[in-house]
């Protein structure tokens, strides 16, 4: 069944801090080789490039989830991308009727440095999400409200959302799914990005009066009144992306006194003030591709990771791009997956002693899966 070899004791990491790139690179090449197609490594585009360059396939949050539903023939999957991304991948991966498939063999998705979280998914926990829901069940009828949580977020919330009638949502597909929400109730609780929550529901015409903010450290109806809540159409959880709530309309201003024909391009989990100014947004995969179509010599200032933006300057030298903001916006969690923690993985993966394994326990999974695969039908 499988090319490992017969389990011995875990590989320890320190060692691996001392090799150089080149003997890294070689000898994760040396697994790949080694596993064949039992092995899946999964990428985000937001990965450095020695690591993206060893991924066997990349893509945006959708992508990936999608590729993982779609393994079949691979016995392990090594995902170089942050920890929610692997729990998802888990939760599809070793959905029961393709564990069936696999004679029982559960794909283990490792994540090779646990380290590699998601600030954003941390602002809100499943209990804080639990209370909220208790408190305005006081206030209004939650059977004709529709929780929707950005796939960002614990397991825990996707399970919450499965349970309570609700979905899955990524960054690009999130009008399509509030409006498949909208078809359901009156009212959507979006979390944990207040800011994909926002610029989606003001594109669909929705009123920023009618989006209050759920503070989960207020005393009170999260820092709301009765009236907001009553009056609301989207109650938006209050986190955020740490990389991109860095962008701000004075980037975007600077760029355009100095370049009025410069095209801005932003991800949807910017604050609405930047989201409003830009010419574009989407996904990291819709950045990609609208730089792609792009005619050679157009100008363009992008608000999204930099290490996506760095590569896309790279394979477009043709155009002119620029990062949106003067500081430096990277993700450090994702920047936690290097070639040291992919190598170490890795070839105790080969030795078959996996370690960094993300098991999400199964009622959770079953859950979370239902709101996933709701998502998933979407498209
Ligand atoms: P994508 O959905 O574009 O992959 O974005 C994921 C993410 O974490 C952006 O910060
Ligand atoms: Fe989370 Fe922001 Fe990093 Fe994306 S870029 S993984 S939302 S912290």
């Not at 039992?38 to 690591?51: A, C, F, N, P, R």
């Not at 600030?119 to 209990?127: V, Y």
């Not at 078809?183 to 990005?193: A, C, L, S």
Request: net charge negative; charged share 25%.
């Amino acid at each position: 069944m499988s090319t490992l070899d017969t389990p011995t004791a875990t590989l320890p990491f320190e060692p691996y801090r001392e090799l150089d790139s080149a003997e890294l690179t070689e000898r994760i090449q040396a697994v790949r080789s080694q596993m064949g197609k039992e092995l899946l490594i999964l990428g985000h585009h937001y990965q450095q490039d020695e690591v993206i360059a060893l991924a066997d396939l990349r893509g945006d949050s959708y992508q990936l989830s999608k590729l993982a539903a779609q393994s079949r023939d691979c016995r392990y999957i090594v995902f170089c991308g942050v920890h929610f991304m692997a729990e998802t991948a888990d939760i599809v991966a070793n959905r029961p009727e393709v564990l069936a498939g696999r004679d029982g063999w559960r794909v283990p998705v490792v994540l090779p440095d646990l380290a590699a979280g998601c600030s954003m998914a941390d602002m809100a926990e499943i209990e804080q999400v639990e209370n909220c829901w208790d408190e305005l069940s006081e206030v209004i009828d939650m059977d004709r409200v529709v929780p929707v949580t950005y796939i960002n977020s614990a397991a825990s919330l996707k399970a919450f959302c499965g349970r309570h009638g609700g979905i899955v949502c990524t960054s690009s597909n999130a009008r399509a799914v509030l409006e498949w929400a909208f078809e359901r109730g009156d009212r959507v609780f979006f979390f944990p990005d207040q800011h994909l929550g926002r610029n989606t529901s003001m594109g669909m015409g929705i009123a920023l009066e009618q989006m209050p903010v759920w503070d989960p450290f207020a005393d009170e109806l999260g820092g709301n009144s009765e009236e907001d809540i009553r009056g609301s159409k989207v109650i938006l959880w209050k986190g955020w992306c740490s990389v991109h709530q860095m962008f701000r309309p004075e980037h975007v201003e600077m760029f355009r006194r100095r370049d009025p024909e410069i095209r801005i391009l932003v991800h949807p989990e910017c604050p609405r003030e930047v989201f409003e100014l830009a010419d574009e947004f989407g996904s990291t995969n819709k950045i990609i591709q609208t730089i792609q179509q792009a005619p050679a010599g157009s100008r363009w200032a992008i608000g999204t990771e930099l290490h996506l933006v760095n590569r896309l300057k790279q394979e477009h030298p043709d155009k002119e791009i620029h990062f949106l903001s003067p500081v430096v916006c990277m993700c450090a969690t994702m920047y936690r997956i290097d070639l040291p923690h992919l190598c170490w993985s890795l070839e105790n993966l080969a030795a078959g002693t996996p370690v960094n394994v993300i098991e999400v326990d199964d009622e959770t999974a079953k859950w979370a899966r239902i709101a996933i695969e709701r998502m998933l039908d979407i498209g």
